[in-house]
């Protein structure tokens, strides 16, 4: 688990470590730019000739002190220094007269000249305002060079908390970054301008939380350790017992795929409820499932007795990929909430998220729930149509509105988009680093779904099964574009690229 963190809280990390832990400030500093100056000896030549763009604080404090070490390390450096000296953090003085004291050259105007690399100490996270006048001709002009881009813990002009610009940005190639990569990093726009992301220990570390942690994070492979242990001697019953409520007539495909990526993630029996219509696709394509199948030209009543028995075999329940949203659809979700046991989870997707949005009665339902966990995953779309807000509005401050709306729901909340995020009732925040733009293809949310279903199915917590469900599922895209290309890709590719995520073996005792 990676901790991903705000400006604020990065800010009070900070101040934890100097003010309590009595680590100087210029300490931590030095130690920063030391880690910059070592990747550069080791990736570029000595003849590289390299501008540092050097603001008014700490941000520009660290790149003085990078140019120092460039400078003594026998590289060409030019320093240039923006902005009122006046106006200079204390540390970012002191940087200042170490320089002076080396009689190395300082910039007031940017030469013209050309660079091989341009240090970006410009802002960093501090930075609260539109970048306007000058500053953003400056930053134009360093997009402009032909030149390797390092941003300093963040390109100047993204905001470090939500990734919105402040009006224009440093583009970044690489962005080494100090203590924890900053939340807004990860979330686009500002994810795009960053490049390849570097992790610098400078010194702020767990012990600097003081008991506040992030509430922020995301994963990388070694937490795929985290996933539900396979047990040599067990058997199908053991390893989970889905029940799968998808699929209206011509949508056969929802259920298919939802039902193969809940097999493929290691459920040990998956059983579709599905529409008559779907009962030679699914038996065809997917042998291994069980069928419950309705007709919806019979009264609801016909097929009641039929799914109670269901809802007594199953240990979770996944509704709504391809449902639709006909009468007959309606009924199944309202028995749904009725009649399932209270131990049983609920993983609620697409059409199931839009029949609930549209039912007072189901909402309140949904409010009033306190025994059952439920997992929802709607995509930007349909948590507009949940929330009654905007997509606009939704993609201004996404976190904020999900802790509103699990704050009034009882659920973990996955909101599907170009970076997912999974937010709980208890202020955890995931923000998904898989995956990429290969995956905006019809299908890619039912895998999703049946991925989670079997986390479920498995034993895995709600917040463990989507979050870490989340991380596969886009894990496996990644694998996929290797593969193809993100022309190409496909929800069934992502599916089959679960048997090579998994072929390791890892999963067994």
Known sequence: MKYLVSKEEMESYDNNTTAYFQIPSLVLMERAALFVYEYIRKNYSISSKILLVCGMGNNGADAMALARMLYLGKYSVTVLIVGNKENFSVSALKQYEILQKY?????????????????????????????????????????????????????????????TIKNCAIIADITIT???????????????????????????????????????????????SLLPKRSSYGNKGDFGKALIIAGSYQMAGACEIAAKACYRMGAGMVKVVTSTKNRLIIQTNLPEALLSCYDTDRDFSDFADILEEDLKWCNCVCMGP?????????????????????????????????????????????????????????????????TGLPVEMLKTDLEKILKQTVENYPIVLVAKDAVTMVYDKKNKLYINCSGNEGMAT????????????????????????????????????????????????MASDVIKQLKNLFKGGFLND
């Open 442 to 489: 019809a299908g890619m949310g039912d895998a999703l779904s049946g991925i989670i279903t079997a986390l479920i199915a498995q034993g895995a917590d709600s917040y463990l099964a989507a979050s870490l469900g989340v991380y596969i599922h886009g894990l496996c895209g990644d694998l996929a574009k290797e593969e193809m290309g993100s022309y190409s890709l």
């Open 103 to 163: 009689d190395i050259p300082l910039e007031d105007v940017l030469p013209e000249k050309e660079y091989d690399i341009i240090v970006d100490g410009l802002f960093g996270i501090g930075l609260s305002r539109d970048i306007t006048g000058d500053y953003e001709q400056l930053i134009s002009g360093l997009n402009n060079q032909n030149a390797i881009k390092i941003a300093l813990d963040i390109p100047s002009g993204v905001d470090a908390s939500n990734g």
């Open 178 to 224: 100090f203590g924890y990569i900053k939340k807004g990093m990860m979330l686009y726009p500002g994810k795009t301008l960053c490049g390849k992301i570097i992790t610098a220990d400078i010194g702020i570390n767990e012990h600097s939380f003081m008991g506040q942690y992030p509430v922020a994070f995301t994963y990388d492979n070694l937490d795929l």
């Open 322 to 386: 391809g449902l639709g949203k006909d009468r007959y659809a309606k009924q199944l979700i309202s028995f749904l909430f009725e009649r399932t046991p209270p131990q049983i989870p609920f993983i609620i997707d697409a059409d199931a998220i839009n029949i609930i949005s549209e039912s007072d009665n189901l909402r309140g339902k949904l409010r009033e729930n306190n025994t059952r966990e439920i997992i929802m995953t709607p995509h930007i779309g349909e948590l507009s149509r949940f």
